[in-house]
């Protein structure tokens, strides 16, 4: 049997505002940089840097999990790495379907791929809040659910806002994916807001909050999708790379602080 997990009250070497700085202005070059080059530079550029972030988030999961071998962290940054991991194959399908096929890549079989890192960092969240949470107060049980419903709501309102709106097989389609991210966009603002308190310490915050910006970004992009108006160089783009920036730093001081 491996020793339990040890979850530190106060941690010992605390997140560097310096590097905090530097991904937030790597964003802001990103995305600066993205809409400077063409569109067709742009669809390469994106590629190379989602498939490079995603490789990293991967890896550091799965280190993270083989280093606690057993027990609650091994389990749920297990299930972490298999969400990115599948995301890393929706990419790749994605922009082979993108850039090589030059075939419509939404929707796809890649968003299969896509749609599976909810449940797996669903798992994560549920297994660390079920740990370190005594239980649902009535105020969580209220607005867990109400940022899914809301999310919902808007996204049904801005699809019949198209003038001859009806509702297709996108809307549905969408609707499921919406589903998905606000339900995740949900209980990561939960962790947020019990890893704050000190419990398992400002990595694992930083981490939740991440996973939150992620969330957000996706609710925002099946958004944009009912319109038609994503595209490569849109800020919702950045905003990916940028919670995937955080993540990764969680991630290494994950490894430097057990």
């Known amino acids: 049997m491996g020793e339990p997990d040890v979850v530190p009250e106060r941690l010992s070497n605390p997140l560097n505002r310096y590097i905090i700085f530097g991904i937030l202005v790597a964003g802001v070059i990103i995305f600066t940089s993205m809409n400077v080059f063409n569109e067709d530079d742009v669809s390469i550029f994106a590629f190379v840097i989602s498939v490079s972030l995603t490789i990293c988030l991967s890896i550091f999961c799965f280190i993270v999990s083989k280093k606690h071998e057993t027990g609650l962290l091994a389990k749920s940054y297990l299930s972490l790495g298999l969400g990115f991991t599948s995301y890393l194959v929706a990419e790749l399908l994605y922009y082979t379907f993108d850039l090589i096929l030059g075939i419509e890549a939404y929707p796809s ?4 791929f896509f749609f599976a890192l909810y449940p797996f960092v669903l798992g994560h969240l549920l297994l660390n809040i079920r740990y370190f949470h005594s239980g649902y107060t009535t105020l969580e049980k209220i607005w867990i659910p109400i940022i899914p419903i809301i999310a919902l709501i808007v996204y049904v309102a801005l699809s019949l806002s198209i003038p001859d709106a009806e509702l297709n097989f996108d809307f549905y389609y969408g609707f499921i994916f919406v589903t ?4 995740t966009l949900s209980f ?24 939150m910006i992620n969330a957000a970004g996706d609710v925002w992009y099946y958004h944009l999708e009912i319109f038609g108006l994503y595209f490569d160089a849109h800020p919702v783009t950045t905003v990916w790379y ?8 969680a991630l290494w001081k994950q490894l430097k602080t057990t």
């Open 109 to 112: 079989i890649a968003d299969i």
């Open 180 to 183: 998905g991210a606000s339900f």
């Open 188 to 211: 990561t603002i939960l962790g947020a807001s019990i890893f704050r308190q000190g419990i398992l310490g400002a990595v694992w915050l930083l981490l939740v909050i991440g996973l």
């Open 242 to 249: 940028v919670a995937n920036m955080f993540i990764i730093y």
